[in-house]
């Protein structure tokens, strides 16, 4: 029975692929294939396969399910809008059916199942009773914005160009098509407050839980490091749009991956280092770019107009790249204190290592302070310390 349930998210993840590289190859024949549907492609085949394997591996862990769930949304935002790319000429109850999946499938099967997988990372449960309430919500929200977006009086595409907007008539619609933009609005609100919400739920996990979970969640943190650098240099940074889309994805791609090897790897690797670096350059970018467009290009228009030397602007532009290193030093230092304990730890006791050895010890003394740093610092099984054979002081051996 079990190697039974085993092959279902397999079929799935299976027919999803087929269907996924059936679209492609449709769009290829018709002239239709560009550039950005191969990144959604491969969203699709990794979140489907990799919530297939974390499934299999852990069937009672509800991330797995998760992660299929939201690989079908992508695969279904790929796949509807070959059918709503013009206006139909009638209303047939297969376009509203079409456009109602549109309007439903980003909030309900991408976007609430990646708030919930903070709630759940990583063994699949909510930390405690009182974090249920945001899987109860969505019980509520997702039934209720499919209603009333299948009976909404007119329905059109969910993204859609101003100019070149449309909407047909639901033949059976009841509702005003204002009542479906005021839910969406409520469930785009509600789903940006369980976010945050998730964002401390995983936080006081990270405080609570054994060395193993926070290991887990370290990846799922550098996961979201990663993120939000693909985001800060969307906006810092003028590219091409598809380099965009491509780096995005790269981006995106890493949140299944990192989960992935959280959940399925027992002992996994210390990462604490690139948190904290990518964290601190993260924050040493962004206080230089503030710092060089108010100070070195707002201000000074302000001041002087448009007649700002272009000496001027030079110095600013290498007083800034000055600032960068003295910067990540301090940024460095306090982004250690809170996600690379290790490391910050490790610089103490050194440092207090190093002071004792200007004091005059004894060997005693010396082995004591030298085997109480190592300790300290590597935390090992064993620790042993061997003195020459001329010295007549016993060898010191602590085991912690």
């Given at each position: 029975m079990?190697?039974?349930?085993?092959?279902?998210?397999?079929?799935?993840?299976?027919?999803?692929?087929?269907?996924?590289?059936?679209?492609?190859?449709?769009?290829?024949?018709?002239?239709?294939?560009?550039?950005?549907?191969?990144?959604?492609?491969?969203?699709m085949?990794?979140?489907?396969?990799?919530?297939?394997l974390?499934?299999?591996?852990?069937?009672?862990?509800?991330?797995?399910?998760?992660?299929?769930?939201?690989g079908?949304?992508?695969?279904?935002?790929?796949?509807?809008?070959?059918?709503?790319?013009?206006?139909?000429?009638?209303?047939?109850?297969?376009?509203?059916?079409v456009?109602?999946l549109?309007?439903?499938?980003?909030?309900?099967?991408i976007?609430?199942?990646?708030?919930?997988?903070?709630?759940l990372?990583p063994d699949?449960?909510?930390?405690?009773?009182?974090?249920?309430?945001?899987?109860?919500?969505?019980?509520?929200?997702?039934?209720?914005?499919?209603?009333?977006a299948l009976?909404?009086?007119?329905?059109?595409?969910?993204?859609?160009?101003?100019?070149?907007?449309?909407?047909?008539?639901?033949?059976i619609?009841?509702?005003?098509t204002?009542?479906?933009d005021a839910?969406?609005?409520?469930?785009?609100?509600?789903?940006?407050?369980?976010?945050?919400?998730?964002?401390?739920s995983?936080?006081?996990?990270?405080?609570?839980?054994?060395?193993?979970?926070?290991?887990?969640?370290?990846?799922?943190?550098?996961?979201?490091?990663?993120?939000v650098?693909?985001?800060v240099?969307?906006?810092?940074?003028?590219?091409?749009?598809?380099?965009?889309?491509?780096?995005?994805?790269?981006a995106?791609?890493?949140?299944?991956?990192?989960?992935?090897?959280?959940?399925?790897?027992y002992?996994?690797?210390?990462?604490?280092?690139?948190?904290s670096r990518?964290?601190?350059?993260?924050?040493?970018?962004?206080?230089?770019?503030l710092v060089?467009?108010?100070?070195?290009?707002?201000?000074?228009?302000?001041?002087?107009?448009?007649?700002?030397?272009?000496?001027f602007?030079?110095?600013?532009?290498?007083?800034?790249?000055?600032l960068?290193?003295?910067?990540?030093?301090?940024?460095?230092?306090?982004?250690?204190r809170r996600?690379?304990?290790?490391?910050?730890?490790?610089?103490?006791?050194s440092?207090?290592?190093?002071?004792?050895?200007?004091?005059?010890?004894?060997?005693?003394?010396?082995?004591?302070?030298?085997?109480?740093?190592?300790?300290?610092?590597f935390?090992?099984?064993?620790t042993?310390?061997?003195?020459?054979?001329?010295?007549?002081?016993?060898?010191k051996?602590?085991?912690?």
């Amino acid at each position: 029975m079990r190697s039974a349930r085993s092959l279902v998210p397999w079929a799935w993840t299976l027919a999803v692929t087929l269907a996924g590289l059936a679209l492609l190859v449709d769009e290829a024949v018709n002239g239709e294939l560009t550039f950005p549907n191969f990144p959604g492609f491969l969203l699709m085949v990794l979140f489907t396969g990799l919530g297939a394997l974390i499934t299999v591996r852990q069937s009672g862990n509800r991330i797995g399910w998760l992660l299929l769930v939201i690989g079908f949304g992508l695969f279904l935002t790929g796949l509807l809008p070959q059918y709503i790319a013009t206006e139909p000429e009638s209303s047939s109850l297969l376009t509203v059916g079409v456009l109602v999946l549109d309007n439903w499938i980003g909030l309900n099967l991408i976007f609430y199942p990646l708030t919930l997988i903070l709630f759940l990372f990583p063994d699949g449960r909510f930390f405690n009773s009182r974090q249920a309430w945001a899987g109860r919500l969505g019980r509520i929200m997702v039934p209720a914005s499919f209603l009333v977006a299948l009976f909404v009086e007119e329905i059109g595409p969910s993204f859609q160009d101003p100019d070149e907007a449309w909407a047909i008539t639901n033949p059976i619609g009841f509702l005003p098509t204002t009542a479906l933009d005021a839910v969406l609005t409520v469930w785009g609100i509600g789903l940006v407050f369980i976010a945050a919400f998730g964002v401390w739920s995983l936080f006081t996990r990270y405080r609570r839980s054994s060395l193993q979970v926070k290991a887990q969640i370290r990846w799922m943190m550098l996961a979201a490091s990663i993120l939000v650098v693909a985001f800060v240099t969307i906006v810092t940074v003028d590219t091409d749009a598809t380099l965009y889309g491509l780096f995005v994805s790269l981006a995106f791609a890493f949140i299944p991956v990192s989960i992935t090897i959280a959940i399925t790897r027992y002992r996994l690797f210390e990462i604490d280092r690139i948190i904290s670096r990518t964290l601190s350059y993260t924050l040493v970018i962004g206080v230089l770019g503030l710092v060089y467009v108010f100070g070195a290009l707002w201000l000074p228009t302000r001041l002087l107009g448009e007649n700002v030397s272009p000496i001027f602007v030079a110095g600013s532009t290498l007083a800034v790249a000055a600032l960068f290193n003295p910067l990540r030093k301090r940024i460095q230092h306090g982004v250690d204190r809170r996600f690379n304990r290790s490391a910050y730890q490790a610089e103490v006791v050194s440092e207090g290592f190093a002071a004792k050895l200007r004091e005059p010890l004894t060997t005693e003394e010396l082995v004591e302070a030298l085997s109480q740093t190592v300790n300290q610092s590597f935390q090992p099984e064993l620790t042993g310390i061997w003195l020459n054979k001329n010295i007549t002081t016993t060898p010191k051996t602590d085991r912690t």
